[in-house]
């Protein structure tokens, strides 16, 4: 089973970096951290079920789908770091 996400390594470590990056965004934007923690915790099983589930059909696309994945979380993580830094 882990030799079939090996393609998708890269995404899955830093999806879940922006994933924290995005919670931190949450928190100085003002939101609910209780909240923003059990979105969180939906979003990430949810996200692990497609995954899970998906895995087999994606692999002839994981390169396409690392890429796509990577522009995204590089261009949320800047965004979330500019907007941090314009509220302090």
């Given at each position: 089973m882990i030799e079939e996400c090996i393609p998708f390594l890269g995404?899955?470590?830093f999806?879940?970096?922006e994933n924290?990056?995005?919670a931190s965004h949450g928190v100085?934007?003002?939101a609910d951290p209780k909240k923003l923690g059990i979105l969180s915790i939906i979003c990430v099983i949810f996200w692990f079920l497609i995954g899970t589930l998906g895995t087999n059909y994606a692999m002839?696309?994981?390169s396409v789908i690392e890429l796509v994945g990577a522009i995204a979380i590089i261009i949320l993580g800047l965004q979330?770091?500019?907007n941090a830094f314009?509220?302090?």
């Open positions: 995404l899955i470590i999806g879940n970096i924290l990056v995005l100085v934007k003002g002839a696309y994981a979330s770091m500019i314009r509220y302090q």
